[in-house]
């Protein structure tokens, strides 16, 4: 089971609550494929603290993700943001599914080496996630590692929304900063 929660900062943006929605229904719906299926409550937080770019894993029940500037964001990106939601949280998932499954591992366990291309790496800043949202990967390593993990249900729904990601050439368009 999900909870979602929201930090306060982000309830005047309009449609939240249809995003909320979206991925309630995402949630069920991994439910009843029996993906990222938890004992425990998780609990997802939208919040618009930076130091939680684009996702952050606290724990095995907590998954925060950032939807400050969600629009100017998706807009680049040119997806919608429901569905960057949906993917941060995919990715939130599958880590916090791998702290789960191994109880020695802690969050800073899923560190990202910083040189290597990958949707796990959070090492760089903000603007350099999103662009490398702009052509998603994630590298061999990660695969490996999630796959050892039991993560694989994850990977595929990770995988999927990849595929739904417009692919567009940076040109014309400027990064949010």
């Known amino acids: 089971m999900a ?18 929605h979206g ?12 993906v990222s299926q938890s004992n425990t409550s998780t609990y997802v937080c939208l919040t618009a603290n930076e130091e939680d770019m684009p996702f952050r894993v606290h724990s095995a ?8 500037n969600l629009d100017e964001l998706c807009d680049y990106l040119q997806i919608t943001p429901k569905n960057y939601i949906i993917l941060c949280y ?9 702290l789960e499954t191994n109880t020695l591992l802690q969050p800073h366990d899923l560190s990202h080496p910083e ?13 350099d996630y999103i662009v490398q ?19 694989d249900g994850e990977m595929i729904e990770i995988m999927e ?13 400027q990064i949010p900063q």
């Open 3 to 20: 909870v979602i929660c929201m930090a306060t900062e982000i309830m005047s943006y309009k449609p939240i609550f249809s995003l909320i």
């Open 23 to 34: 991925l309630n229904r995402k949630i069920r719906q991994l439910n009843l494929k029996n």
């Open 61 to 68: 029940d907590h998954i925060s993700i950032f939807v400050a």
């Open 90 to 98: 995919l990715l939130g998932t599958a880590q916090r599914k791998a």
């Open 115 to 127: 040189k290597v291309r990958c949707l796990f790496n959070l090492s760089g800043t903000s603007h």
């Open 133 to 151: 949202l702009d052509n998603p990967t994630i590298c061999r390593g990660c695969r490996d590692f999630y796959h050892a993990l039991g993560c």
């Open 161 to 173: 929304m990849v595929k739904t990601i417009r692919h567009k050439p940076l040109k014309n368009r």
